[in-house]
């Protein structure tokens, strides 16, 4: 069935470096994806979104690539700090006319110091 | 701005008793979304508000579950009577549009005993 899905559930970091958590979607059609961080005991929080009709885009430190060719988006965060260690999800806008978001299961990053 | 606040944040009820959450947009927020998060998943759409209209629903279990937003503004979700596996993180979330990026408050975490 259609699925949101991310590749590895977890991923540890050292810090200062590059970190990329990748998501793979199913539906061909979906044309709005989202980034989102979430720290123990908080709400998500709203990194970075991408449409369709884009490549690549880039916010402060984050970088989310979309590759429609084969239903992969990724985030990339550059010079890892410990506050970013947290869970990240992606998720995609599925249906049309009747907005909804699908969130994927998420990425739990580590930020070694 | 002012993010989106929920309350309370936390909350422990026994089974069959009710239980009700209270959220308050960010402010000029149209758009209002319940969700649920289990353990370690992603939040999972329970309901979304246009304004004070209910317009998605669909995964509202009606038989416990009730929401409302009286004046397109704060909402209200509530469980009667709560079962065990209603134990969940209740999100709330808000955006400018259907289609714009959401913005979550910090979650009521409800524990059934």
């Known amino acids: 069935g259609e699925s949101v899905g991310l590749h590895l559930p977890t991923l540890s970091v050292q810090e200062g470096d590059n970190s990329i958590i990748n998501c793979a979607y199913s539906?061909?059609?979906?044309?709005?994806f989202i980034w989102y961080k979430q720290e123990s005991g908080k709400g998500p929080q709203f990194i970075i979104d991408i449409r369709s009709n884009m490549d690549k885009r880039q916010g402060q430190r984050v970088t989310v690539l979309l590759n429609k060719t084969v239903k992969h988006l990724s985030l990339q965060i550059a010079a890892t700090q410990p506050g970013d260690s947290a869970v990240y999800f992606c998720a995609e806008n599925r249906n049309f006319g009747n907005e909804k978001l699908t969130f994927g299961t998420g990425t739990r990053l580590t930020i070694i110091p | 701005e002012a993010g989106v606040v929920q309350s309370p944040r936390y909350k422990i009820i026994e089974k069959k008793q009710p239980v009700a959450f209270w959220c308050n947009p960010i402010s000029g927020h149209n758009t209002l979304y319940w969700y649920r998060q289990n353990l370690g998943q992603g939040p999972e759409l329970l309901i979304r508000y246009e304004n004070e209209e209910a317009v998605d629903d669909s995964q509202l279990p009606k038989d416990r579950f009730s929401a409302e937003r009286l004046k397109g503004v704060d909402s209200t979700l509530k469980i009667q009577p709560a079962e065990l596996g209603d134990s969940a993180v209740y999100l709330c979330?808000?955006?400018?549009?259907?289609?714009?990026?959401?913005?979550f408050g910090d979650g009521t975490r409800l524990s059934i005993l």
């Open positions: 539906n061909s059609a979906s044309d709005y």
């Open positions: 979330a808000s955006s400018l549009a259907p289609n714009q990026p959401q913005h």
